[in-house]
Nanobody
Framework: QVQLVESGGGSVQAGGSLRLSCAAS??????MGWFRQAPGKEREGVAS???????TYADSVKGRFTISRDNAANTLYLQMNNLSPEDTAMYYC??????????????????WGQGTQVTVSA
């Protein structure tokens, strides 16, 4: 059974940090990623990581967010530092098994979690 379960969201002040986790089950995923969706906006890619550790980041989070994964535990993480109100959104974990591609194109991902809310106040 495929399951992606996010945790770690919450409310912080600007400049603060949060660490999101995603417990994944069902497959050994070739690629996992984090996406976010703010009210009234489209879901956008934040970061992705391949099974071999190659990472990609959206320009808006480079230098502030770090994606990592524990393949043995099938868990994905997103360390978010220096948060700003613009980071407020529902954050989703996603995964796919396709070879050769691992990035932030939403359409490539097969499975999604239910999301965890991140709220950053000024």
């Amino acid at each position: 059974q495929v399951q992606l379960v996010e945790s770690g969201g919450g409310s912080v002040q600007a400049g603060g940090s949060l660490r999101l986790s995603c417990a994944a089950s069902g497959y050994s995923w070739s690629c996992m990623g984090w996406f976010r969706q703010a009210p009234g906006k489209e879901r956008e890619g934040v970061a992705s990581i391949a099974s071999v550790g190659t990472t990609t980041y959206a320009d808006s989070v480079k230098g502030r967010f770090t994606i990592s994964r524990d393949n043995a535990a099938n868990t994905l993480y997103l360390q978010m530092n220096n948060l700003s109100p613009e980071d407020t959104a529902m954050y989703y974990c996603a995964a796919h098994r396709k070879p050769f591609y691992c990035g932030t194109f939403r359409g490539a991902y097969e499975y999604w979690g239910q999301g965890t809310q991140v709220t950053v106040s000024a």
